[in-house]
């Protein structure tokens, strides 16, 4: 899925693999909403007394300590990834994480019909655009403005995280690699523009070998998560690659980690791996402010990939983790390399 399942996966590896938010703008329906259980936990736990006044004007600093506290709360790794990040960068990466977090919310919130979820994308993305407008209300879009004004930052890649989320509600099967292709082109890709565009890189270049990863890494997360994913009827293996090897979605369901499937999560984890070789030369691209992250990064996702290859590709029935010992080898070997 889009963001956080997938999305808290990006932030993970990337160390930043897509629901009425909107409704904050109008304080006064919190309590209404929060009884009838359409305030997303993630942002019902967030709601502090300040949040809940209405009309409350939300200065710069504050709406960054709103951003900072949600990514803190809501994601355990990110204080330990974000060590590598330079401090005078974080509070920007929170705020994108903090727009991302919501919208994944709207996009996966238990309750909700699939009407109900897009709709309230909707009125998320009518506030992202009243923010590049310069008319943001809600904390998450007082920071993200601040962010956007100062790294110039084009409206489109928000857009495209939307759209992903969007599709997460709409679309839970991928005929083709390419139609899976196109869904990371949405969810991840965008990520790893706006960590680029953060540190001051606009090269095309770059932007395209940062493409090559974060779709490299979406497709580890569905990998590692192949499991996780049939709990909520979701296929990311392509259709056509299914039944090319001879495989069904039937068996995928039964859970059946025949030598057919096997054969076919090496097929997928080998071409993941080309797209992580592939753009590999952005780790040597970019300067020391950077490298770092970049490498736990590419580093950490290629890791997933070795341990699914350990497991002799049986997904259905176990989930590859990072164990303590894999994070502080690939951080030594982040530093060092």
């Known amino acids: 899925m889009s963001c956080p399942r997938a999305l808290a996966f990006r932030f993970r590896i990337l160390h ?7 409704l904050l703008n109008a304080p006064r329906l919190l309590p209404l909403l929060a009884r009838r259980g359409w305030v997303p936990n993630t942002v019902q736990r ?10 409350k004007i939300w200065s710069v600093p504050q709406a960054f300590q709103f951003c900072e506290r949600l990514t803190y709360d809501h994601y ?17 990466i929170c705020a994108i994480y903090s727009f991302a977090r919501i ?14 979820r897009i709709e309230s994308l909707n009125e998320w993305d009518e506030q992202l655009v009243d923010c590049y407008r310069g008319h ?35 679309t839970h099967r991928y005929e083709t690699f390419e139609d899976v292709l196109e869904y990371c082109e949405h969810s991840a890709n965008p990520i790893g ?18 493409d090559l990863i974060c779709t490299a890494l979406q497709l580890t997360n569905f990998w590692q998560d192949v499991s996780i994913d049939l709990q909520k009827d979701r296929v990311y293996i392509p259709l056509d690659d299914i039944r090319e090897f ?7 369901f ?74 502080a080898s690939l951080v030594l070997s982040s530093l060092f390399s």
């Open 16 to 22: 930043i693999g897509p629901r009425r938010a909107p």
């Open 46 to 55: 967030m709601l502090t007394p300040e949040v809940r006044i209405a009309r």
């Open 76 to 92: 355990e790794n990110f204080p330990v990834a974000s060590f590598f990040i330079p401090k005078d960068k974080r509070r920007y």
């Open 103 to 116: 919208a994944d919310d709207f996009a996966d919130e238990p309750g909700l019909t699939p009407a109900e």
């Open 136 to 170: 943001a209300q809600h904390p998450v879009f007082v920071a993200l403005r601040e962010t956007v004004d100062r790294f110039e930052i084009p409206i489109e890649l928000f857009h495209h995280l939307l759209h992903a989320f969007r599709m997460d509600v709409t």
């Open 193 to 210: 523009r706006l960590m680029l565009l953060l540190f001051n890189y606009r090269s095309e270049a770059m932007m395209q070998q940062s």
């Open 246 to 252: 001879g495989y069904s979605e039937e068996e995928l």
């Open 254 to 327: 039964d859970r059946k980690a025949t030598q057919v499937f096997k054969d076919l999560m090496c097929y997928q984890v080998d071409r993941t791996q080309q797209l992580f070789n592939e753009g590999r030369p952005l780790l040597q691209a970019v300067g020391k402010d950077l490298a770092t992250e970049l490498k736990l990064t590419w580093n950490g996702g290629m890791r997933i990939l070795k341990k699914i290859e350990h497991l002799d590709y049986d997904v259905l029935h176990y989930r590859p983790r990072l164990a303590l010992v894999d994070k």
